[in-house]
């Protein structure tokens, strides 16, 4: 059974940065490219970043370019999402996503 805990949102000043967390269990976890997703307050959930499996190679979605960046430890079965320069626009949850699989998210709120 695929299950994704994510972790590590919180609240934070304009400008701040973030690490989320994304641990893996029930499937082999570096066989799998990684998706990240947002959910912003009444908006739907779109994908903000991709790493692949073996390879590391990422995507971002365009508004985020530059202030994202995904990455990854086979190792502890857990893909991590770094955010810098957080915008107020960068609130909502945030999930990881696996082969059909969501996590449960874990909140971004961006305020002063």
């Not at 972790?7 to 893996?24: E, K, R």
Request: with cysteine; aromatic share 12%.
């Amino acid at each position: 059974q695929v299950q994704l805990v994510e972790s590590g949102g919180g609240l934070v000043q304009p400008g701040g940065s973030l690490t989320l967390s994304c641990v893996g269990s029930g499937f082999t976890f570096r066989r799998y490219a990684i998706d990240w997703y947002r959910q912003a307050p009444q908006k739907e959930r779109e994908r903000v970043a991709t790493i692949s499996s073996y390879n590391n190679i990422t995507h971002y979605d365009d508004s985020v370019k530059g202030r994202f960046t995904a990455s990854r430890d086979n190792a502890r079965n857990t893909a991590f999402l770094q955010i810098d320069n957080l915008k107020p626009e960068d609130t909502g949850v945030y999930y990881c996503y696996v082969q059909g699989s969501w996590g449960q998210g874990t909140h971004v709120t961006v305020s002063s």
